[in-house]
């Protein structure tokens, strides 16, 4: 298909600020999953908390012990990364998530591979930082080529390839209009599909992680209601292809 020709909107104010606050104060009620995002990351961060309770350990430690340890870093990470999805989301940046997102996915794959390891020396050379398997490899494992081709087009939206630019279209170039009404719009707005899509995937990736994490641990994770609500309504979106990015 024919690259389209989109010229630069020209906004009635450049209050970015007060726009953000406004996307903001309607996000709640606008985006129902964006509750179950914000819960799977308290979530992850009461089971981090929780399953942190052992003293300072070495790099010479017992593999089960690092393994445990590595979950915990890399739910660290998760949290962070899921939280700032969400607000990037609530405040109208749902296409400036992909690189979140990218990384979300890798650190799901990353805990998974850790989880399945229970002697630890997977945990043990990703704490080393040295002779671990690369996120991309894992995310081929776990995910498939489906999944591997996602990161490799969340990578182009990421960088600055001219790809990006399309998710700014105003009106969304999905619908039938000529290329001529297409304007880039570079204030917050919303696209209800695609933060639908982007919040669901953010509950799963991290239900998954605080489970593994928790179970690492020797204990039980119960999901609150809003969670495995969001969980079953992205599992048949999944099943429907309902949502794409």
């Known amino acids: 298909m024919a690259d389209v020709v989109i010229a630069l909107a020209d906004p009635e104010t450049w209050s970015f600020a007060s ?102 020396e997977q945990a043990r050379r990703w704490l080393r930082g040295e002779g671990h398997v690369r996120a991309s490899k894992l995310v081929h494992k776990y995910l498939g080529s489906q999944g591997a081709a996602g990161q490799a087009l969340l990578s182009r939206y990421t960088h600055d390839d001219s790809l990006g630019i399309r998710l700014l279209a105003s009106p969304p170039l999905s619908r039938a209009t000529s290329e001529r009404e297409h304007l880039v719009n570079v204030l917050p707005s919303r696209n209800h599909r695609q933060a639908a899509a982007i919040l669901l995937e953010t509950t799963r990736d991290v239900a998954d992680i605080a489970m593994m994490i928790t179970v690492a641990g020797g204990a039980a994770l119960e999901l609150p209601d809003e969670v495995a609500a969001a969980l079953h309504e992205h599992a048949a979106a999944s099943r429907n292809q309902t949502f794409s990015t």
Request: proline fraction near 5%; include cysteine.
């Open 19 to 120: 726009k953000e606050a406004d996307q903001r104060s309607t996000a709640a009620r606008d985006i129902p999953q964006l509750q179950a995002a914000r819960m799977s990351a308290a979530l992850l961060a009461q089971a981090v908390w929780l399953m942190s309770d052992m003293d300072a350990v070495g790099p010479d430690a017992p593999g089960p012990v690092l393994r445990r340890v590595a979950l915990l870093n890399v739910g660290s990470l998760a949290i962070r990364t899921a939280n700032a999805t969400c607000l990037l989301v609530s405040s109208g940046y749902e296409p400036d998530t992909h690189s979140l997102k990218r990384r979300l996915t890798e650190l799901w794959a990353r805990a998974t591979h850790l989880y399945d390891d229970q002697s630890g």
